[in-house]
């Protein structure tokens, strides 16, 4: 808005100021947003290392900092290889789908109070959207590649991703039946009395998580590149940067998914205040004053840490293990739970509130 104001104050027009404004908005958080995930990247190869007692990447730069920066060099520099029997229009259409859309989702992800790219109210279904979209990158790419190991794991990631959206789905609804509004800020704010994730929506917390483990295909979940089985999946035929796409759109869709939990269950930038204001004056001004956006950036890397170390200690899963869980546990859950907080919010919400409003002199 205040970029939009100057470039009007110069003499554009309205619509030409309010799109260069967002033009630059948008290129400065997707550089923001690259070097965020160089980063990320590093953190999950250190803390893999530690946990098997290794160092990890530890040369180039001091202490290893420009590792995932001279790997992204060394990709853009290869030459790219195409099968001579692959669709070439769809094989290098496909890695450019998946990040494309991987970044795509972060429009609507509020990172404090007011940092939004799109505040729309609407914002719930956008990522909807955008999640459901994801699976076309994997589905092309392994199809295009006019090979068995990739087809299979193309139609391995269909299912799969299919099968854990319609779980993630019925958990937001808890959320959005407890905070009212489809609007990812809204959200936010109706959180400002008790995080989500210390409610009766722990175990939709915990479903989430998981979900986002198989969403993304991470370890115990990553059988769409099961090397065992499938020689690395969909992305075998791949090199150079067309792989460097998927891969930075793998991690790109965590962290997306890191921050979304945030938002749901954890309070996005709010700080963590459990107390009326007047218990601790000191300390509670003290947490409000550290900018939103730094506990918001906390707390996607607490949730990626948790992604990191589950990589690290639970074996694979099974093809038939993992949907079984998908389909017999976590969908009838997250359904029941929907009931479960739908009567919370009726017939326990108006007694409750009140309560501890007077419990707590607020």
Not at 164 to 192: C, P
Not at 309 to 329: E, I
């Amino acid at each position: 808005m205040f970029l939009t104001n100057v470039l009007q104050q110069l003499g554009l027009p309205y619509a030409w100021a309010w799109t260069i404004a967002q033009v630059v908005l948008i290129g400065v958080f997707e550089v923001v947003l690259l070097v965020s995930i160089a980063f990320f990247l590093l953190a999950d190869r250190k803390i893999w290392a530690a946990v098997q007692m290794r160092r990890g990447p530890n040369v180039v730069g001091v202490f290893g900092l420009l590792q995932t920066f001279a790997d992204a060099f060394k990709f853009m520099f290869k030459e790219p290889v195409i099968p001579a029997g692959a669709n070439k229009v769809i094989f290098m259409l496909a890695p450019l789908v998946t990040a494309t859309l991987a970044f795509a989702g972060w429009a609507v992800v509020p990172l404090a109070d007011g940092w939004v790219v799109a505040d729309i109210n609407v914002g719930v279904l956008y990522l909807f959207a955008i999640s459901s979209l994801g699976v076309y990158g994997v589905i092309m790419g392994g199809w295009a590649s006019n090979s068995k190991y990739p087809f299979l794991a193309a139609l391995r990631s269909a299912a799969q991703m299919v099968s854990y959206e319609v779980s993630i789905g019925f958990v937001i609804i808890t959320v959005l039946v407890f905070a009212g509004s489809l609007n990812l800020s809204a959200i936010v704010h109706a959180q400002e009395h008790g995080w989500y994730a210390f409610s009766i929506l722990f175990p939709m917390f915990v479903i989430f998580f998981v979900s986002l483990l198989a969403e993304t295909q991470r370890p115990p979940f990553d059988l769409l590149e099961a090397e065992s089985e499938l020689v690395a999946g969909f992305m075998v035929e791949y090199s150079s940067t067309p792989f460097l796409l998927f891969f930075l759109g793998e991690y790109v869709n965590i962290v997306l998914l890191c921050a979304v939990g945030s938002v749901l269950f954890l309070g996005g930038w709010l700080p963590p205040v459990f107390w009326p204001h007047d218990w601790l004056p000191g300390l509670t001004a003290f947490f409000y004053a550290v900018p939103g956006i730094l506990w918001f950036l906390l707390k996607i890397c607490f949730l990626f840490f948790l992604v990191a170390m589950v990589k690290a200690f639970v074996p694979r899963y099974r093809y038939d293990q993992l949907m079984r869980l998908g389909w017999k546990v976590f969908l009838p859950t997250s359904l029941a739970w929907v009931a479960v907080a739908g009567a919370w919010v009726v017939f326990v919400r108006p007694v409750w509130d009140p309560f501890f409003a007077r419990l707590f002199g607020g």
